[in-house]
């Protein structure tokens, strides 16, 4: 999952020309610079999960400035749109994946823009966006084997010498905070 937020963290996809527009940026490069996923528009930042057909480093460049290129040319921007770099973090298995989408889909309810993921019209949990079939390949999440995803340090030690030892180690960033919402 990649993750990407605005300059200075405008709510620049808070208009909905400028949402429209990166939803059809992200759907213009699916199958030519990654498979597309799932993916939210959010005021301020995007989350997308794809399977880079380069590198990811590449995939996001073909997202951000193939974006920042349209809004140039289509809406008259002039200004920086991107924060620099990005977060992402690589799927380990099909629970991982599950738990992901289920983020994404979630986002916008936990802002409250909407009370159901596809009431949200910049997500991919709304009805009528084309995406690619999960990833194949996936191992399925073993029950008996602890998530050692958010530990830090060294390998996991099992006390079972029987087991192979398990890296520790992510890309993923902790989440932003919530932003306060007013009641």
Known sequence: MVTSSTWERRSLFQAEPWAKLLIDTLCHYRASAYLLHEFVVM?????????????????????????????????????????KGFQDHRIRDAG???????????????????????????????????????????????????????LEGGPFQSKIQSQPQKSAQTDEAAPLPAKSKSA
């Open 43 to 83: 005021p301020d930042h995007i989350h997308v999960l794809i399977t880079p057909q380069t590198s990811l480093e590449k995939a996001v460049q073909f997202i951000k400035g193939g974006f920042s290129y349209r809004a140039k040319k289509e809406l008259g921007s002039n200004m920086e749109v991107w924060q």
């Open 96 to 150: 991982d994946y599950a738990q992901h989408v289920r983020y994404i889909h979630e986002n916008p309810v936990k802002e409250r823009f909407c009370e159901r993921p596809e009431e949200f019209p910049y997500s991919s949990a709304h009805p009528g966006f084309e995406l690619d079939p999960i990833p194949q390949g996936l191992k399925p999440r073993d029950l008996c084997e602890p998530d050692t995803a958010r």
